[in-house]
């Protein structure tokens, strides 16, 4: 009895340690700040080439981009409803090129942003931004779909929005299997699973103030979780250890060594 005892024991603190271990760190915006390690961020901006390039060098497991659809149809990598003077889904290719980002990389197309990451091992995390006009929000879940799929990444991307629709749609358009989470923070574990999606990336205040008791839902579903966006690193052991599928954060390299604990 007493053997029996120790090997569930031991059994039950693996599993306890596995489940510690497999949270995973996502670079919001791609690794572009760090303080008190600065020199790492070097060069870098949110939304950037070489944030990608420097989240893909801490190795974790994905570096965020948000994207938007020009009038002619051209997906720009950017946050910002409107940036630096310029609103991407009401302005043109051509305007959206002469924008330069805080490092001084022109903002980039989805296009030569997928061939940057190409060359990494980073997941992508692809963020559906909201548009105000429901056809280019269509049009640009379908031209990111095709051009992640020309670019030979549709294992290597997942996607995130805001919208609802959006994510049904790529749920309909994307491949079997792809990750899809909704970011809204307002669809219960059932709505969830019942539309299909991986799971959710909710702001942490949705999970602690508001419904802490879905953590344990999502998880008996079978469903993912994401919380956003988290800078410290007591809200990052909390997160850890309640078993958390990947935290999305600002400081991924404080965030990996947390994890790592």
């Known amino acids: 009895m007493k053997l029996k005892s120790l090997v569930l024991t031991l059994t039950l603190l693996m599993a306890a340690g596995a489940s510690y271990a497999d949270t995973q760190v996502v670079a919001h915006r791609g690794y572009w700040k760090a303080p008190g390690v600065k020199q790492n961020a070097v060069g870098s901006a949110q939304n950037s080439l070489a944030s990608y390039k420097k989240a893909d060098a801490l190795n974790i497991y994905g ?79 379908s031209e990111v779909l095709r051009l992640v799929k020309k670019a030979g990444l549709e294992k290597r991307t997942d996607y995130i929005a805001f919208s609802w629709d959006a994510c049904l749609q ?57 919380i956003w966006t988290i800078d410290d690193a007591q809200t990052m052991r909390h997160y850890v250890d309640k078993g958390v599928d990947f935290i999305t954060t600002n400081e991924p390299e404080l965030c990996k060594t947390i994890v790592k604990k």
């Open 170 to 226: 790529l749920k309909k358009e994307a491949p079997a299997g792809t990750e899809i989470y909704y970011l809204n923070g307002d669809k219960n574990p059932q709505e969830i699973k019942q539309a299909g999606l991986t799971g959710v990336d909710y702001e942490a205040k949705v999970m602690i103030n508001k419904h802490p008791e879905w953590l344990q839902q999502f998880k008996d579903l079978g469903l993912k979780i994401n």
């Open 63 to 141: 570096s965020e981009i948000d994207v938007w659809i020009s009038t002619d149809g051209v997906v720009f990598v950017n946050h910002d409803r409107v940036f630096k003077g310029c609103e991407i889904q009401k302005s043109t290719s051509k305007e959206c090129k002469k924008v330069v980002l805080d490092n001084g990389e022109k903002m980039p197309t989805l296009k030569n942003y997928l061939k940057t990451v190409k060359k990494g091992k980073c997941q992508l995390v692809c963020e559906i931004k909201t548009h105000k006009d429901p056809e280019r929000q269509k049009a640009c879940v």
